[in-house]
């Protein structure tokens, strides 16, 4: 027989929100249900919680800040101001490279 504890957690109203969807969407017999088949899924896959550990902090996969600049400026979505300092930004940054 399983034996099981009862956790309780305190949530935002917009995290309940996205639970209750995703039981609903995925058919998950209840919250519960779905936080114990998320807990199964890391036990299996911890390198996801590093990810989640520094989310939204993650540094960016692209450190060429020539093709940053260039996707910006294909975009074409941004002022000629905002590219400008763009490049200055990524220019004075340790992480990416010229």
Same mark, same amino acid.
């Given at each position: 027989? =399983?034996?099981?504890?009862?956790?309780?957690?305190? =949530?935002?109203?917009?995290?309940? /929100?996205? @639970? /209750?969807?995703?039981?609903?969407?995925?058919?998950?017999?209840?919250?519960?249900?779905?936080?114990?088949?998320? @807990?199964?899924?890391?036990?299996?896959?911890?390198?996801?919680?590093?990810?989640?550990?520094?989310?939204? *902090?993650?540094?960016?996969?692209?450190?060429?800040?020539?093709?940053?600049?260039?996707?910006? %400026?294909?975009?074409?979505?941004?002022? /000629?101001?905002? @590219?400008?300092? =763009?490049?200055?930004? =990524?220019?004075?940054? /340790?992480? *990416? %490279?010229?």
């Amino acid at each position: 027989m =399983l034996i099981m504890s009862t956790v309780n957690i305190s =949530l935002p109203e917009k995290q309940i /929100d996205i @639970i /209750d969807d995703m039981t609903e969407r995925f058919g998950f017999e209840s919250r519960s249900e779905f936080i114990r088949s998320l @807990i199964r899924f890391v036990a299996v896959r911890p390198d996801i919680i590093e990810s989640a550990a520094i989310f939204p *902090f993650a540094a960016p996969p692209e450190k060429s800040a020539e093709k940053i600049v260039s996707a910006f %400026t294909k975009a074409g979505k941004y002022s /000629d101001s905002f @590219i400008k300092d =763009l490049k200055e930004g =990524l220019s004075e940054s /340790d992480y *990416f %490279t010229k």
